[in-house]
């Protein structure tokens, strides 16, 4: 694969709040298609990570890219080839209803797949009459999902987005990303602590640990290393002793 | 005891800054009372009103809207909060504590007043209560209530009635019709003294179940945020099929101004409107063109302040808006700074606008001579705000981060 098939890298990037340094070096490539897993322990710099990426946190050195663009001045049509999905979603104050603020967020790309959304409201249950503030946390987080879906963008990025979500609403937007992938060849990264999650749709896993990417690679390769019987959360365990 | 001392401790630490800066406010306006008026002045009194003299009326404004909003906040959060529902009677224990400031603070606030003039004390009194019953409306609109039934609906409406009027009657004062001012201040008291007994009884017993969901006459007031959100919801919709449809250019600024603007904060207007009206009412009787100076710059001030808080109060906002439009960091933050610098003149003007007829009327003695160096006033502190206003947000926006440390910052600072 050449150069143009890097849709994410990070080049030795650092970041610290104060004294506190949140990333050290850190070094990561993500390819065209690839969905890639990223785990670490609360406070790891997962979010940070993805911040920076985004050109939401300014890097204290090192440089970080998308589709090839500086991260901290991203044109334009990168943006349009982006979805991302927070960590917390309580925004817009809850006053719009759900239908509305779909409505708000097509305004702002060129292509907008409605039936898409409405399958999907319909598919998680979602109200689309019922205001934002008045769902509850897993709604607001499939409400956020649909959102950066509806655009149908080359790269997902989702910072922890099954955490709020019931067990049948998880398999289906697993269902989703996988079919996402095989159709159209999406690249994503998410963050989660649910190990089993990344088991059933990631194919590559980059675990953060003390400020730094302890690992980055194939998950099988990664089971491969510390046996075959041990799953993701036994290796992740036994990485963090 | 024990456990009041331990509320009291608990309800320190938790906003603490908040809590540094009402003290230290109460410390300033003590000393300038002991060491400047003395005992023989009231700081209310409008006999030889001075530069100084308003500035404390203000700060001392500000500060007793700040006691009472810290108040609900407590009574608030000892209602909500699951954790504090497990230490026992912490509901009754908090009334006391509750009780305990306010008795303090009315205590306080009759010394820097100065019992001196009567009727400057019924004012003062009258005002206090009015707002204690407001924020008991608040509180019962979404957790206790303070109705025995849902029946009462008709105190609703008195209550929303006397809002209107109570400012202004005990501003005036009998003198025109002294009948008429015992009758309506004694049945607002008589309606407050019911508000307060039921509110008491019903926060003690954690009762929540007369909150209406039913569609009663008196469910109408509650359902007026309702109305308002669905207003900015239609007028929002519009906005976006004209977007959509290609009737409208300025595509990027109607869409942040949605996001950030979209629909307003109800209790901080209300808030401010209390804020710049209980500082106008002291004023009606004798205008000057000093204290509506001062009180247009403090109202441009907290108009600033709102904004600030509309854009950062929610960073999911600013995240949304950067990662979404199509646009360079430098274009966003340009069109970030545009958009909030229009909102703040426009809010400014608009309220204005309201401010002098408000004047006009009042002050029928206000002849067209005066009108020239009042004009100058207004126009100068328009254009210092403008000038104030874009250092500041320039200074905000321009090549920062979003995720995090600017909004955390501009959130602790406002709170």
Known sequence: MGNSDVIIRLEKVSKSYGDKQVLKNIDLTIKKGTIMGLVGKNGAGKTTMIKSLLGLLKLDSGKASLFGEDSWDLPGEVKQKLGYVPQSVNGFDGWMTVDALLEYTSVFYDKWNKNKVDHLLKDWNIDPKARFRSLSEGEKQKVAIIMAMGHEPELYIFDEPVASLDPVARRSFIKELIDLNIESGTTMLFSTHITSDLERIAADVAILKDNELKYVGGLSDLKEKYGEQLNLEDIFLELNK | MKLIFGTIIYYFRSYTKFNIILLLISTIITCHKIFFLGSGDSLFSHKDITFSKFIFIVIFTVFMLGLFWRILLILIESFTSDILQMIPEIRKNTLYLCALILSISFGWAIFIIGAGDINILIHFSILNLWIVSLFLTIVSKALVPIYRTRKLWILKWIFVLFSIIIPIITAKGPSRHPRLYIFLISTFLIVLLYQLINFIRNYINFRTDL?????????????????????????????????????????????????????????????????????????????????????????????????????????????????????????????????????????????????????????????????????????????????????????????????????????????
């Open chain 2, 211 to 415: 909150i209406s969901n039913h569609k009663t006459p008196g469910s109408k007031i509650d359902k007026l945020q309702d109305m308002i959100e669905n207003f900015y919801t239609r007028r929002s919709m519009k906005t976006i099929d004209k977007l959509k449809t290609g009737q409208y250019s300025k595509r990027s600024t109607s869409l942040v101004h949605i996001a950030l603007f979209g629909n307003e904060y109800l209790f901080l207007w209300l808030f401010i409107g209390l804020i710049t009206g209980t500082v106008y009412v002291h004023f009606i009787k004798e205008f000057s063109p000093l204290p509506l100076f001062v009180g247009i710059m403090l109202y441009f001030g907290l108009v600033s302040l709102q904004v600030t808080y509309m854009v950062f109060r929610q960073k999911f906002k600013i995240e949304f808006l950067y990662t979404s439009l199509c646009l360079t960091r430098n274009d966003f933050e340009k069109l970030l700074l545009k958009t909030v610098i229009k909102c703040h003149l426009s809010r400014s003007y608009k309220t204005l606008i309201a401010i002098l007829t408000a004047v006009v009327i009042n002050n029928i003695f206000l002849d067209a001579v005066s009108f020239i160096p009042l004009i100058i006033y207004i126009a100068s502190v328009y254009l210092m705000q403008i000038i104030v206003i874009y250092m500041y947000w320039y200074n905000i926006i321009s090549r920062r981060d979003y995720a995090l440390i600017k909004q955390v910052n501009v959130i602790k600072y406002i709170s």
